[in-house]
């Protein structure tokens, strides 16, 4: 195992000491198509992280940490071995299945933001409530709190273009946390 996966596993070895993991991982592989090569980028990779850990993976560029992230985020699904996140086995979930256990799970703090643009920072943090049952109200409502948590409730009508990249960070983080979810990649 090198890269990205060596240092998590190194950082979440000793996570389980603090009761159920939030992330378990056992023996996972993936690997990507280049043509009719077959490339493979993790291989057997195991990592544990409690609820309440802070884990950082770092690595040089190409040493495939956001390939595990996006399969501890249910983004991708792995070759091979388990991946339980918030008790749930995500490798036995159909597409449909992932994609409400995402909604509901996880939040996201993409590399490049990823804002829509033609939404303003307030539509673009209530985006991911569309996928609940809350109501319009409830969902501006907890859109707004986000942007204020994050200092940004004078920009709610703003677009992304409209913003610095400091601002768009903080939208895509109350984006993340809107729908206050267990887990959250960034």
Not at 33 to 56: E, H, K
Not at 61 to 71: A, E, H, I, R, V
Request: net charge positive; glycine share 8%; with cysteine.
């Amino acid at each position: 195992m090198e890269g990205a996966a060596a240092q998590a596993e190194a950082a979440g070895r000793d996570s389980s000491r603090h009761g159920t993991p939030l992330v378990q991982i056992r023996h996972a592989s993936k690997s990507y198509r280049r043509g009719s090569q077959r490339v493979p980028v993790l291989t057997d990779v195991n990592l544990s992280i409690a609820s309440g850990d802070f884990v950082a993976m770092m690595g040089p560029s190409g040493s495939d940490k956001t390939t595990l992230l996006n399969l501890i985020a249910g983004i991708d699904k792995p070759d091979g071995g388990e991946l339980l996140v918030a008790g749930e086995d995500i490798t036995r979930l159909g597409e449909t299945e992932l994609a409400a256990w995402r909604a509901r799970t996880v939040g996201f703090v993409f590399q490049f933001y990823n804002l829509m643009p033609v939404l303003t920072a307030l539509e673009n943090v209530e985006l991911p409530l569309f996928l609940t049952s809350l109501s319009r109200t409830q969902r501006r409502s907890r859109a707004k709190l986000m942007l204020e948590l994050v200092s940004l409730s004078d920009r709610l009508e703003h677009f992304p273009n409209q913003l610095s990249g400091g601002k768009q960070q903080r939208v895509a983080i109350a984006r993340a946390l809107v729908t206050d979810p267990r887990c959250w990649a960034w």
